[in-house]
């Protein structure tokens, strides 16, 4: 049965949150807090069993202390995949416990191909299960996908999104400093190729409007470079941005806030390591590492109120 | 220890089978002959176990047939991680499988992201597993990747490239429908997309190019566009072709042998349905489906037959 557009959800869940800010979860056993990592027996990355135990604890307490104040998680598949099936595993033991936290989970897992195999990574990455051993199990809210392929790559996506009221972020403008060259060459028409892959996103998407305007197709947006934010939000009315880069990949709440509508609306804007990892930062020195849970609480309490001056609200 | 050159290793096979063909498998329960299917106890797609144990067996049946036949396999991940973790198992059980019967195996996974990450995709998809409860475990020879991040997405699979001997495929040109669309647009310089991004490809593998003068950077260009395999074919002098689109996809023989150059060498075919679904197909109705075995080896060695021909050989 069909739920409510995801667009409107997630909008629904940022009014509620007063934010658009989404914590990004990528655990690295070598970089968790001491009090995690010690407390294991082994206390060794080598094995795949202390490390992926670590990673979910972490995961854990990072989701307890910020589900109060936030509307979103994106969990970064990539960090589990390094473990293998137990990693994919425990990715979904993290994905299941941000949702009994009434989070809307984002599945950073970029994937894509062509259309006959796309429809069984949507189904894998996407859908909820429809398998009898794991009745109970849901699948993320949205996921990430990369859209090199075209239209019929996504459309299985789609397809999943609009069956399970899911969305699905698609690669358009990426905050890494190689995406230029590949993503900014110049077309014919003397747009740069971003966007003519954001006109596409927004096309695609056209048939998953919600009733506030928005799309369950959303479009990946850096905010490493808040010109072509601008660009692309004033190109693409119908489409949410997901907004990586902010904090450790060098991009400010006032670049992001390129992102938005005058009505304050159209994006979520994601940091990672700056927060999780915040017990590492000069500031919250006093603090890390024995209450490092209380530096991740002040660090998204810190990156909401900059994307909310930012925002001017 | 850093091994040959993939490059190297895979012209070698190819020498020694006498054949670029590789065989892909994509293996779908509800398509699988129905003396595996109908086996199982359970014979329900929605149990995990039931549709993974009859897809283990149909991939290991499968490769026993075409090993002595062909150089490569290419597994597709989506048909694995359709089944969650337990299906990421199975296809590292796969990939063991086919490693054990000498094969050069090909991960078709379609991986890509920032730097960051992009180096915990390289570990988990292309590196041999460092756990201490897995060492004995390898990974693929080779994996595909998109590319659409550039440079300092690709950088962390080169290097585990480079580090183990291993490849990485990256999509250049694809074969699907609905490709035209993103990968043809013209860019100022009068090349098409696809053409930028070849030499890009071109460029990154310039470091890893082995004794034969090809790179462990490959390229993806599809079956279904001759004329542009062949563009693509003059352009990228170092860079191995990964062919898909044969058969099922609508690709000839004839249009495939556009990849090569007048030494027979540059490119590998891959064909899937047409071969692993042999036994559907009306030619080998006398055979199938008791004899499923049978003509998935009739099918090989026809498709070896019919690009045999193409190259003149």
């Given at each position: 049965m069909p739920e409510l557009n995801f667009a409107d959800r997630l909008l629904a869940a940022i009014a509620e949150k007063k934010t658009p800010l989404v914590v990004g979860l990528d655990p690295v056993y070598q970089q968790l807090p001491a009090?995690?990592?010690?407390?294991?027996?082994?206390?060794?990355?080598?094995?795949?069993?202390?490390?992926?135990?670590?990673i979910l604890e972490f995961s854990t307490r990072v989701l307890k202390?910020?589900?109060?104040?936030?509307?979103?998680?994106?969990?970064?598949?990539?960090?589990?995949?390094?473990?293998?099936?137990?990693?994919?595993?425990?990715?979904?033991?993290?994905?299941?416990?941000?949702?009994?936290h009434g989070l809307i989970v984002i599945g950073d897992v970029k994937r894509g191909d062509i259309g006959n195999t796309a429809r069984y990574y949507a189904q894998g990455a996407l859908a909820d299960p429809d398998f009898l051993s794991l009745d109970e199990l849901?699948?993320?809210d949205a996921i990430t996908v990369n859209a090199y392929l075209g239209q019929d790559s996504m459309a299985p996506f789609l397809d999943v999104a609009r069956e399970y009221?899911?969305?699905?972020?698609?690669?358009?403008?990426?905050s890494n400093p190689a995406a230029a060259e590949v993503q900014d060459v110049l077309l014919t028409d003397g747009q740069p190729f971003y966007m003519h892959m954001g006109k596409l996103?927004?096309?695609?998407?056209?048939?998953?409007?919600?009733?506030?305007?928005?799309?369950?197709?959303?479009?990946?947006?850096?905010?490493?470079?808040?010109?072509?934010?601008?660009?692309?939000?004033?190109?693409?009315?119908?489409?949410?941005?997901?907004?990586?880069?902010?904090?450790?990949?060098?991009?400010?709440?006032?670049?992001?806030?390129?992102?938005?509508?005058?009505?304050g609306t159209g994006a979520i804007i994601n940091a990672s390591r700056s927060i999780i990892y915040a017990f590492k930062e000069e500031k919250y020195k006093d603090l890390a590492p024995a209450n490092w849970e209380k530096t991740v609480e002040l660090a998204v309490l810190e990156t909401k109120r900059q994307i909310a001056e930012a925002l001017g609200q």
């Open positions: 009090a995690i990592t010690q407390q294991r027996e082994l206390n060794d990355a080598e094995d795949i069993e202390s490390a992926i135990d670590a202390v910020v589900a109060p104040h936030v509307a979103a998680v994106k969990i970064n598949s990539a960090f589990f995949e390094n473990y293998l099936w137990d990693g994919v595993q425990a990715y979904h033991d993290v994905v299941q416990e941000a949702a009994a849901v699948g993320p009221g899911k969305g699905v972020f698609a690669l358009v403008r990426t996103v927004e096309k695609w998407g056209a048939g998953l409007i919600g009733q506030r305007g928005y799309s369950a197709l959303g479009a990946v947006v850096g905010a490493t470079n808040p010109d072509q934010l601008a660009a692309l939000r004033q190109a693409l009315p119908s489409t949410l941005f997901l907004v990586p880069g902010l904090g450790s990949q060098g991009g400010t709440a006032k670049d992001a806030a390129k992102a938005f509508k005058s009505d």
